[in-house]
């Protein structure tokens, strides 16, 4: 239930606070002696996607990408599932 949510456009330092918002940011920054994740990458690719969104269909909805993968620092970072969400037609 680690979710963070933001209406179009976003902007770098958006994304960035969305992310840091997450509890999973102690982990990006290498909590407990681990290795700092690529972060810039993960703020990358969410950026290419809010860039990407508006130009899906005029019935865009909305897009959840869950799960990402973010690599060690350097690595970069790739979405691993999404789902794009369209307007219901009227019945």
Do not use: Y
């Not at 950026?47 to 620092?73: H, K, W, Y």
């Amino acid at each position: 239930q680690d979710v963070a949510i933001r209406i179009l456009p976003l902007d770098e330092d958006e994304i960035r606070t969305m992310i840091e918002s997450c509890r999973i940011a102690k982990i990006l920054h290498g909590a407990r002696g681990g290795p700092r994740l690529d972060i810039d990458a993960l703020v990358a690719r969410v950026m290419d996607i809010a860039a990407l969104a508006p130009r899906l269909a005029p019935d865009f909805a909305g897009l959840e990408f869950n799960p990402i993968g973010v690599g060690l620092a350097g690595e970069g970072a790739w979405p691993l599932d999404a789902t794009v969400f369209k307007v219901k037609a009227d019945s």
